[in-house]
T-cell receptor, first 112, second 117 residues
Framework: SAVISQKPSRDICQRGTSLTIQCQVD?????MFWYRQQPGQSLTLIAT?????????ESGFVIDKFPISRPNLTFSTLTVSNMSPEDSSIYLC?????????FGQGTRLTVV | GNSVTQMEGPVTLSEEAFLTINCTYT??????LFWYVQYPGEGLQLLLK?????DKGSNKGFEATYRKETTSFHLEKGSVQVSDSAVYFC????????????????FGKGTKLSVKP
């Protein structure tokens, strides 16, 4: 299955700032997904990113808060903008693969 | 809408006990079903999956059978070990074989399993 490298693995950020998370895949994939896992909660899909088009956001998530780039078939970034403590979560990227979805290790974000 | 419901945790068992974690789903059509596991401090890993009714997914001694009639995909293991302590997530997806779907996963809330020696 696809191997995904995600960075940073963790960060502590000041409120009001922004953090960009990178996701690199070892093979070309059509769709990449960004999820959020809030403390003690399940994973929630933020958006789906296709190469060369605007990301598709799920209800409750907006582009101004979570801008996504997808410049090529192996890379994507998610930015968490104007952060508040409520944004403290694990953010994960994922790709579709025949085994049923591969995930990065996640980025543990703490906003103080 | 489409959703996954799994039993609330935490679940605490003694080593070698039998494990069942219930999972039911609501979906249009026939999605693929998955169990993911998240060990302490680690990322999410696919444990097993089933893509059609009556399929049984299995891995590391864990099993789950896709039951269309009861819309369930319960996770079982005959004899748990301390190393099985983790959070288990049930999920569904229409994956790459369903033209109308983007292939994203819908997750249950997760069940934390603690196995005591």
């Amino acid at each position: 299955s696809a191997v995904i490298s995600q960075k940073p693995s963790r960060d502590i950020c000041q409120r009001g700032t922004s953090l960009t998370i990178q996701c690199q895949v070892d093979s070309q994939v059509t769709m990449m997904f960004w999820y959020r896992q809030q403390p003690g909660q399940s994973l929630t899909l933020i958006a789906t990113a296709n190469q060369g088009s605007e990301a598709t956001y799920e209800s409750g998530f907006v582009i101004d808060k979570f801008p996504i780039s997808r410049p090529n078939l192996t890379f994507s970034t998610l930015t968490v903008s104007n952060m508040s403590p409520e944004d403290s979560s694990i953010y994960l990227c994922s790709v579709e693969d025949p085994r049923g979805g591969a995930f990065g290790q996640g980025t543990r974000l703490t906003v103080v | 809408g489409n959703s996954v419901t799994q039993m609330e945790g935490p679940v605490t068992l003694s080593e070698e006990a039998f494990l069942t974690i219930n999972c039911t789903y609501t979906a249009t059509g026939y999605p693929s079903l998955f169990w993911y596991v998240q060990y302490p401090g680690e990322g999410l890993q696919l444990l097993l999956k089933a893509t059609k009714a009556d399929d049984k997914g299995s891995n590391k001694g864990f099993e789950a059978t896709y039951r269309k009639e009861t819309t369930s995909f319960h996770l079982e293991k005959g004899s748990v070990q301390v190393s099985d302590s983790a959070v288990y997530f049930c999920a569904l997806s229409w994956g790459m074989n369903y033209g109308g779907s983007q292939g994203n996963l819908i997750f249950g809330k997760g069940t934390k399993l603690s196995v005591k020696p």
